[in-house]
């Protein structure tokens, strides 16, 4: 039967391994008894049959035996368990010695005659086994006497019995003591889960700050309190990020919202011209752009997100991608006679579309804070296994507490300037997604009153081509 608990599983398991190995041990131990025991036995028939050989070769003739029997019931006299039967060749000849109570001269037809030792086992007619062991011996005429020597062995099979009843009545016991020493150290061991289950027990969407403790813990479990402790700290970090995209969000739509309403109830509170009504939905589909781009570009992040996004990649010149957003981007630059400049060539595995959105957002932004009559640096650069497309123009640049939120959805470092021009707050978190998605990341450095720059950084592919030519510059508006 099947149980929910584990530690009650795991215990069980032990138990049932613990007793089988006990049971075996038993087994074992009574098996390898009883053969040292019919070992020593057969060897303690050896030792006697030799010596009774030595006696018996001083014999001259059978009859000898039988009228001084003194030197061979010294080596049988006083071992109770021993019987001794001597008998000679010729048919019909009586016993010449019978030493104890044991009748062996039946079990002579089954012991084999010969030089070799032979032996067998028997049982009596009390059910006490018998070892005899039969050796045909030459006296000194030359004769030979057929000698049998049994052994008693009640006194092995008492003790094997006493052995039996012993593991019988201590197994148990045993069996008892190691399911509890199971359960103890299963409990014991399993005690960890119990921390786990209270901090899972803490989590929530409220509240992900609760951690494991890594103090004391096996190996295995610590490799994995580490790994929940990550995932707790990711989902933490993903939380506080969501909430605080969701609070930026509400803020961004708000302001629209309101001015819409706003325009919309000044419009409406009274009989207006037609012009007035004409400007009022102008200035409502203008707030309604502005909407709309916020929610493309949410779009957009969301789909940068999903990693299904990377099954279209393939080979992309970032030199010619480049190109061809300057040429997007040449009337905005010319108004402000700003320069454009593309200088090298590389490529890289991508989407050619998102890694041109990302030079966009980059490039706009540059156009959009370079002064009057100055340049746009764009260089693309191969160094290690890194790619790098950076986009650089000079100005007031951006102040050094700035630089690690820029990549933040709508983070602004003036933000009344970029709402003025109609931006979201989202150019730059578009691009550290794509980059996230292309396995590489966005850099920026800038040096305040002097030069900004922004960098696309790309993993190298390993069977991008060689050439590298610098692609020529691009047009420029003075």
């Not at 209270?198 to 813990?217: G, K």
Request: neutral net charge.
């Amino acid at each position: 039967m099947r149980t929910s608990s584990l530690s009650m599983r795991l215990g069980l398991t032990v138990s049932l391994m613990g007793a089988g190995l006990v049971v075996l041990l038993a087994t074992l131990a009574y098996l390898a008894l009883t053969h040292e025991l019919d070992k020593l036995a057969r060897k303690g028939l050896e030792n006697k049959l030799e010596q009774l050989e030595h006696s018996l070769s001083q014999s001259l003739a059978p009859r000898d035996i039988s009228s001084r029997p003194h030197s061979l019931l010294d080596l049988v006299m006083g071992h109770d368990n021993i019987y001794l039967t001597i008998m000679s060749t010729q048919a019909n000849t009586p016993v010449l010695l019978s030493v104890g109570a044991k009748p062996q001269q039946p079990l002579l037809l089954d012991v084999p005659a010969g030089k070799t030792l032979a032996y067998l086992n028997w049982v009596d007619g009390h059910g006490n086994r018998i070892l005899s062991a039969s050796r045909m011996v030459a006296l000194r005429n030359g004769e030979n006497v057929r000698v049998l020597l049994s052994l008693d062995r009640s006194d092995d099979e008492a003790l094997l019995s006493a052995y039996l009843r012993s593991t019988v009545i201590a197994l148990p016991l045993l069996l008892i003591l190691i399911g509890m020493g199971a359960w103890w150290l299963v409990q014991r061991g399993l005690a960890p889960l119990q921390q786990f289950s209270r901090v899972a027990a803490q989590v929530s969407t409220q509240d992900l700050t609760h951690r494991l403790a890594l103090d004391n813990l096996p190996k295995e479990l610590g490799e994995l309190a580490q790994g929940i402790n990550f995932m707790l700290h990711r989902l933490d970090d993903g939380v506080r990020q969501l909430s605080q995209f969701s609070d930026d969000l509400a803020h961004e739509l708000r302001a629209p919202l309101t001015n819409l309403m706003g325009k919309a109830q000044v419009t409406l509170s009274r009989e207006r011209p037609s012009q007035e009504y004409q400007a009022g939905l102008e200035s409502c589909v203008e707030e309604m752009e502005r909407l709309s781009r916020i929610v493309s570009d949410m779009l957009f992040l969301a789909q940068v997100s999903h990693p299904a996004a990377r099954a279209g990649f393939a080979q992309v010149s970032l030199g010619d991608e480049a190109q061809r957003v300057m040429e997007l981007f040449a009337l905005s630059a010319e108004d402000k006679q700003v320069t454009l400049n593309l200088r090298g060539d590389a490529w890289v595995m991508g989407d050619r579309l998102m890694i041109q959105r990302a030079i966009s957002n980059l490039l706009s932004n540059a156009i959009r804070h370079t002064p009057t009559a100055s340049t746009v640096l764009l260089l693309v650069e191969t160094y290690g296994q890194r790619v790098s497309l950076s986009v650089g123009n000079p100005g007031r640049g951006i102040e050094a507490h700035h630089l690690p939120h820029l990549f933040e959805r709508f983070y602004r470092a003036d933000s009344s300037r970029t709402r003025a021009e109609g931006g979201t707050g989202l150019g730059l978190a578009i691009v550290q997604s794509i980059m996230h998605l292309h396995q590489g990341h966005a850099d920026v450095s800038s040096q305040p009153g002097r030069f900004t720059r922004f960098s696309l950084v790309f993993p190298r592919p390993c069977d991008a081509p060689s050439d590298t030519t610098p692609a020529a510059p691009a047009r420029s508006a003075t």
